[in-house]
Each structure stands twice: as C-alpha cells, then as structure tokens.
C-alpha cells in the first residue's frame, strides 16, 4: 500500500547570515493511511522543522529539496489555493504550547466555529452542530459555559483539549503533534495523551507524533523514527517487547531517559552536546559522541541500511552483519 504522508529525500536550509545553514538532511519517512509514527529526538534535532516543512510552515527565506507528497500530491509544488484546501480538510496540527496558536481576544467557540467552517466548506450553524460532540469526546464536561470563554479562562490542559477539538473538527486524515503535552504537568500530560491515542484509533487517524519522549513514543505509535542533528538515524516498528533500538545513540536516548517509579541519582547522559544539521562535517553526524566510533565514521557518512524491523544508518551495525546495506526503503 502506498503512504498518506511520504517525504523523501527531504532538505531544508534557513538563511544565516549570508549564507545557508542545512537544518534538515535528507530525511525520507513514510505514513501510512491509519498509521502512527513519532519522531523522537533531543531538542534542536529538526523535529520541529520536518513537521513545518510538510505544512509549509518554513521560516521566511527558507530553501526546500526533496518532495513531500499527502496521498500523491506534491505539498511543496501546491498552488495557494490548492495548500489552503489540504489543510482545511485533509491535516489536522496540534502544537507544545496551545496559547501561541489561539487568538487571546476571540471566545473558545467562535475560533472552534471559524475552524469548523474554514475555507467556507460548511455553514456556520453546521459548523456549531459538530462542535458540541467534539468538545464531549476531548473530554470537556460543560461545553456551553466554555465555548463563551476566552483563552485566558482555561487552564493549559483544556486549552490544549480545545486545540484537539480544533485539529479533528475538519476531519482531517492525518494529525500532526508536535510536542503537545510537554508545556503541561505531568498528570495533564497523561490524560491529553490519552485522549489523542484514543480518538486518533476510534477514527483510523494517521498522526505525526513529536517527542523527545521514547516510552511515550513506544506507547502510542506504531513505529519510531530517532533524529539527531537532521537526520533520520533510525527507524523501527514498536513491538510488545518494548523498545530495542540498534544504532548508538537511540540506545544511548534510551539508557539516559528517567524510568517511571525509580529514584536515581544521577541519570545516565550521552557525553557531549548534541549538534545540529549545520555543524557536521563529512562523517556521520554521531560520531563526535559515539561510544563505537571508528576511523570510517569520520570519513564517510552512513546511509540507512534495512535490519530486522526496521532501518538504521550506522556503519558499525552493517560492518556487524546484521544489516542489508540496501538504503532502502523499508
Ligand atoms: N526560525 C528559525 N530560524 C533559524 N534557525 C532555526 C529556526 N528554528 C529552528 N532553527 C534551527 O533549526 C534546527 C532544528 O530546529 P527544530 O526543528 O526546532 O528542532 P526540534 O524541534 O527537534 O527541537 C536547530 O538547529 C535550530 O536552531
Ligand atoms: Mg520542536
């Protein structure tokens, strides 16, 4: 079955000074109708931007290469019009910190109503018809009292509920999370994953699901996709096993995260800072931080090779033997 969302070969540069910094490189990644992918990755990785590159939200000045297609159809190549209908219908987007996105001078209900309705598809007493269910089903009890609210009125937890609302309100085939539980506390946290897991199964939702996250990432996904410094280093299906990742630093994301009910001391940390897509040099990108590292990975830079379940760029891996070094697609 061919993806929804397939971006291939992905390259982003931004305006530094005179010249241009690489943010993104060469990121290939497939979803499914239906399926749930999260990308995971310290802060800086190019998370954020692959996510904005694919609703064409690039900052001014920005270069794009490689493709992006939603069900065969160039995103980059759209006209205006055609852009301005994919994502009123078709894309659903759920940002970290909701208060950004929301006009703090309109009520709740008429930035729902003004969702529902975008690009004139459905009138507005329709557009009031479909609200009320949906406010239900994110969770929200008194939907009346709230949709006369201003932003400022509701905690962070519910306004994020409301952007949930928001984003499935058109319903769209794919949603785009980025980050949307981290600006809230932990026990928030928990039931707005939870409601975004649920609704996006009852609908048969593909999602885009940022964190820097692994377990919740493990959790609510189908696979995973690990970035560092703008680029893909691997990507495998979340199994019933829990996560087993191969290359060197997804193991090293998974041995410093903080393991639920146990006090450490210290949390184990991959020595060294991570870097951006700008700052690597010929080599793999890891290998300032890699516990592996050998003379080949400051040379040469490693392309994603298939292993079982999944694809990993590492040459230490496919020197291993257990990789099929094909750079295929999964
Ligand atoms: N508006 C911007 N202008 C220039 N550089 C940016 C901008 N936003 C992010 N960057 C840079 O792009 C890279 C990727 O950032 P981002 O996608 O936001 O990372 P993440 O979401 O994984 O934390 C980083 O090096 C960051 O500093
Ligand atoms: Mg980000």
């Not at 159809?73 to 910190?97: C, E, K, N, Y």
């Not at 299906?237 to 393991?259: E, F």
């Not at 897509?277 to 003379?295: Q, W």
């Amino acid at each position: 079955m061919s993806a929804l969302l397939s971006i291939d070969r992905l390259r982003v540069e931004l305006p530094a000074g005179k010249g241009m910094r690489t943010v993104i490189h060469d990121v290939s990644l497939d979803i499914r109708a239906g399926e749930a992918v999260a990308l995971v990755g310290e802060s800086g990785s190019g998370k954020s931007m692959t996510t904005r590159a694919v609703m064409r939200l690039l900052p001014q000045g920005a270069r794009l290469s490689g493709d992006i297609r939603f069900d065969g159809v160039s995103i980059p190549a759209m006209d205006r019009r055609a852009l301005r209908g994919w994502r009123a219908t078709r894309v659903g987007m759920v940002f970290q910190d909701p208060r950004a996105h929301i006009n703090p001078v309109r009520t709740i209900g008429d930035f729902l109503v003004e969702g529902v309705m975008l690009d004139g598809r459905l009138s507005a007493s329709r557009a009031r018809e479909r609200i009320s269910p949906l406010m239900r089903a994110v969770g929200i009890a008194d939907v009346d009292r709230r949709l006369g609210q201003y932003p400022h009125e509701l905690s962070g937890g519910l306004l994020q509920r409301v952007m949930i609302a928001a984003a499935l309100s058109t319903e769209p085939e794919l949603l785009l999370a980025d980050e949307p539980t981290t600006a809230l506390d932990v026990t928030t946290q928990e039931e707005v994953v939870a409601i975004i897991d649920e609704l996006r199964r009852e609908r048969g939702l593909a999602m885009l699901f940022i964190t820097h996250d692994l377990d919740l990432a493990a959790a609510v996904c189908d696979s995973i996709a690990v970035m560092y410094a703008g680029s893909i280093v691997e990507e495998r299906k979340t199994g019933p096993s829990g996560l087993d990742p191969s290359h060197p630093y997804a193991k090293g994301l998974l041995a410093a995260r903080p393991k639920l009910g146990r006090r450490e001391r210290r949390l184990p940390t991959i020595e060294g800072r991570p870097i951006s897509a700008f700052e690597v040099s010929a080599g793999c990108a890891f290998a300032t931080r890699c516990p592996l590292v050998h003379d080949r990975c400051r040379r040469e830079r490693p392309v994603p090779a298939r292993v079982p379940g999944g694809r990993v760029a590492c040459h230490r891996i496919e020197e291993s033997g257990s990789a099929d070094s094909d750079g295929g697609a999964r």
